[in-house]
């Protein structure tokens, strides 16, 4: 999630980059030009935040998936932008894909007759 809101900041700089460089093509005072032209420039800066936003839809959507599906389970989950999946901590603080996870989020798999959890190599 936080790379979504590093790709925003960097729009948002983008934005008022261009606007700073027509200002001093221009000739023209940086301030007094996004005064007089406030809408204009809201409405460029809610523009590129809107297509950052529709350019990572897939990740919003799966980061917020995964979140509740760390709640249901009462576990930390975490969702890989690099991967595209969603993960979960272990018990010793690693994160793993959920969907090839065979046991509990506190590390008990079930089976009692050795003490070998064989994911997790305890």
Same mark, same amino acid.
């Given at each position: 999630?936080?790379? /979504?809101?590093?790709? &925003?900041? !960097?729009?948002? =700089?983008?934005?008022?980059? !261009?606007? /700073?460089?027509?200002?001093? /093509?221009?000739?023209?005072?940086?301030? $007094? /030009?996004?005064?007089?032209?406030?809408?204009?420039? $809201?409405?460029? =800066?809610?523009?590129?935040?809107?297509?950052?936003?529709?350019?990572?839809?897939?990740? !919003?959507? $799966?980061?917020?998936?995964?979140?509740?599906?760390?709640? $249901?389970?009462?576990?930390?989950?975490?969702?890989?932008?690099?991967?595209? &999946?969603?993960?979960?901590?272990?018990?010793?603080?690693?994160?793993?894909?959920?969907?090839?996870?065979?046991? !509990?989020?506190?590390?008990?798999?079930?089976?009692?007759?050795?003490?070998?959890? &064989?994911?997790?190599?305890?």
């Amino acid at each position: 999630m936080w790379l /979504f809101w590093l790709y &925003e900041f !960097l729009g948002l =700089v983008a934005v008022i980059v !261009l606007i /700073f460089a027509y200002c001093r /093509f221009r000739k023209q005072g940086f301030w $007094s /030009f996004v005064w007089h032209q406030l809408k204009w420039v $809201s409405l460029a =800066v809610v523009a590129i935040w809107l297509i950052i936003a529709i350019l990572c839809w897939n990740h !919003l959507y $799966s980061a917020t998936q995964c979140y509740f599906r760390g709640v $249901s389970m009462k576990a930390n989950t975490k969702y890989s932008i690099y991967l595209g &999946e969603c993960q979960i901590e272990t018990p010793r603080g690693a994160y793993i894909p959920i969907n090839k996870t065979r046991s !509990l989020p506190d590390g008990h798999n079930g089976n009692d007759t050795d003490n070998v959890d &064989e994911y997790f190599g305890n």
